[in-house]
């Protein structure tokens, strides 16, 4: 088996899911652009494990490895935008980037709030 054709799809692939990750608003969409990333590593753990002739396997057992994590990964992933969508109503990744609560543009706000009259009369002399 030659190393090219493995390789060139596995760039392709990688490609691809490079430029969804980049280019996509919905975030299942980038997970599922992630998947097609790790798919591309594991076919290049695969070719290069078969071409080597590695006795032990290293290559397809790294890849079990890695179809585990991209499993678990998108469980969570999935999990994460699915509450994000019901506590935002989107799930599009430009609006979400704000994710804290606006910071207080007045922290002396509080303190005054808690003051009495007087004592801001006292503080404002």
Same mark, same amino acid.
């Given at each position: 088996?030659?190393?090219?054709?493995?390789?060139?799809?596995?760039a392709?692939?990688?490609?691809t899911?490079?430029?969804?990750?980049?280019a996509?608003r919905?975030?299942?969409l980038?997970?599922?652009?992630?998947?097609?990333?790790?798919?591309?590593?594991n076919l290049?753990?695969v070719a290069?494990?078969?071409?080597?002739r590695?006795?032990l396997?290293?290559?397809?057992?790294?890849?079990?490895? $890695?179809?585990?994590? *991209?499993a678990?990964e998108?469980?969570?992933?999935?999990a994460?935008?699915?509450m994000?969508?019901?506590?935002?109503?989107?799930?599009?990744?430009?609006?979400l980037r704000?994710t804290?609560?606006?910071?207080?543009p007045?922290?002396?706000?509080?303190?005054?709030?808690d003051k $009495?009259?007087?004592?801001?009369?006292? *503080?404002? *002399?």
């Amino acid at each position: 088996m030659h190393l090219a054709y493995p390789a060139v799809l596995a760039a392709l692939l990688f490609c691809t899911g490079l430029y969804g990750v980049l280019a996509r608003r919905n975030a299942i969409l980038v997970l599922m652009s992630v998947e097609l990333m790790l798919n591309a590593v594991n076919l290049n753990l695969v070719a290069f494990d078969v071409w080597l002739r590695d006795a032990l396997h290293a290559g397809q057992a790294l890849t079990l490895f $890695t179809i585990a994590v *991209a499993a678990a990964e998108i469980g969570i992933g999935l999990a994460i935008v699915l509450m994000v969508h019901r506590n935002r109503g989107t799930s599009d990744v430009d609006r979400l980037r704000d994710t804290a609560e606006n910071p207080d543009p007045d922290p002396d706000r509080d303190r005054d709030r808690d003051k $009495t009259s007087d004592e801001k009369a006292e *503080a404002a *002399a």
